[in-house]
T-cell receptor, first 116, second 115 residues
Framework: GAVVSQHPSRVICKSGTSVKIECRSL??????MFWYRQFPKQSLMLMAT?????????EQGVEKDKFLINHASLTLSTLTVTSAHPEDSSFYIC????????????FGPGTRLLVL | AQKITQTQPGMFVQEKEAVTLDCTYD???????LFWYKQPSSGEMIFLIY????DQQNATEGRYSLNFQKARKSANLVISASQLGDSAMYFC????????????WGAGTKLIIKP
């Protein structure tokens, strides 16, 4: 149980285009999902907390107009990188949190974004 | 402020040996949770084991066990009978009320298992 999928796994795009990344909890409902960014050889950096049916909560320094998050249902959250630039190239990984006692974040496989 | 410290940036271990990955934490909240995740080179973060601050016994999951020493604020991960597939980055993380229940991450330890 507790499987999270993320799509696409890799994406290469031109500068100025927008990229949408989907995160799905496959076998459980998640009222809370998280979006992280990871730079090489570093730990995860939380970008935002996504709650179903409400606006996402962004961490300090993360532009909400740049990284649009939509948590449309209890099993789906999307991250859209708008007008992507080369500095947005990174590894983006989502997680979905189980509820009821031991809240644990289960992670998707991640998305490697390369902006040319 | 809460903090997670992993003092071993990298470790080499012979296959089939046991390995201990260190993690110390700092929090003022009496209620907290400790997690270990494995990240292979492919990138996915795999949940390994959880320890709650009020749990009386050390958590175990198969070959993984957590050596929880509350007074010393340490939560070391022990992997028994290491395998080549255990080679990965390992991250310790904590959540408590001070972090608004978000995960606070350690810097990670890169474990390489030698054949």
């Amino acid at each position: 149980g507790a499987v999270v999928s993320q799509h696409p796994s890799r994406v290469i795009c031109k500068s100025g285009t927008s990229v949408k990344i989907e995160c799905r909890s496959l076998d459980f409902q998640a009222t809370t999902m998280f979006w992280y960014r990871q730079f090489p050889k570093q730990s995860l950096m939380l970008m935002a907390t996504s709650n179903e049916g409400s606006k996402a909560t962004y961490e300090q320094g993360v532009e909400k107009d740049k990284f649009l998050i939509n948590h449309a249902s209890l099993t789906l959250s999307t991250l859209t990188v708008t007008s992507a630039h080369p500095e947005d190239s990174s590894f983006y990984i989502c997680s979905a949190e189980t509820t009821g006692g031991q809240e644990t974040q289960y992670f998707g496989p991640g998305t490697r974004l390369l902006v040319l | 402020a809460q903090k997670i410290t992993q003092t071993q940036p990298g470790m080499f271990v012979q296959e089939k040996e046991a390995v201990t990955l260190d993690c110390t934490y700092d929090t003022s909240d009496p209620s907290y949770g400790l997690f270990w995740y494995k990240q292979p080179s492919s990138g996915e973060m795999i949940f390994l084991i959880y320890q709650g601050s009020y749990d009386q016994q050390n958590a175990t999951e198969g070959r993984y066990s957590l050596n929880f020493q509350k007074a010393r604020k340490s939560a070391n991960l022990v992997i028994s009978a290491s395998q080549l597939g255990d080679s990965a980055m390992y991250f310790c993380a904590m959540r408590d009320r001070n972090s608004n229940y978000q995960l606070i991450w350690g810097a990670g330890t890169k474990l390489i298992i030698k054949p």
